[in-house]
């Protein structure tokens, strides 16, 4: 039985690289931070316009505008207050010719960028923060620059932050090559999340949670389809892990269920 906390009068500013990252990366984490009476603010950086549609578009449609609206659709079923659109564009991998677009987030100025994080923040009066980690989680560019940014900003408002990640030793033990991140990881050539004992907490769904996360990833239809995501989500998905820069806050009240796993493991 998973505990809701009242975490009434908190405000979560969540910072995402692409549309779709929010719910695979976050999705547990925002419903239940909603769900406690938390407001939520979802910040994306990018539009995804790199992502290449599963599906036909409309007439007229971009696949910008495709998965603005896969973003709306998946904000609210987590819980989301209000999305920010900071219109960037996706940068693709190291190599592609997105990269050096003027407008690619891996490009873009970081200060400018975290001043605008910083305001939003500040007007939310947001006293936490989540972004991606150092690494960027898997080195996706526009990951490692959502870092930068969310880092800056945290400092300048004084915010706790958590930077978010994926537990490698627990998805290689409970699901080796079950999660989206394995092949991202895999195209982007490089090493993904964190070991065990570098991760500060680890939020836990349950049944309920887990269908919720399911349905959002399930909106960014034009990326993800059905085939990609597990019958049992539970042993992929069932965690969300970050790394906690700053005292105690406002996610460590939705439990730790990284301890409780030490806890039992040593009783
Ligand atoms: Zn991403």
Redesign the pocket.
Known sequence: MIRTPDLTGHTVLAL???P??ESIFTGITLRRLADAGARVVLVMATNGDMGESRVGLGTGETIAHRRTTELERSAELLGVDRLVLLGRRDSGLPGWASTRHPLALAGAEPLALAGRIAEIADAEGADTLIYDDEAGIYG?P??RMSHTIGAIAADLVGATSYRMTVDREHLHLAAPDGHLVHG?ARSAQVAFGRTTAEITLAVAGDERHLQIKRDAIAAHSSQIGPEHLPADLAPAYGYEWFVRNGAPGVLDALGNAHLLAGLSAAA
Do not use: L
């Open positions: 995402h690289a692409h779709d990252d996706h526009d990951h991202a």
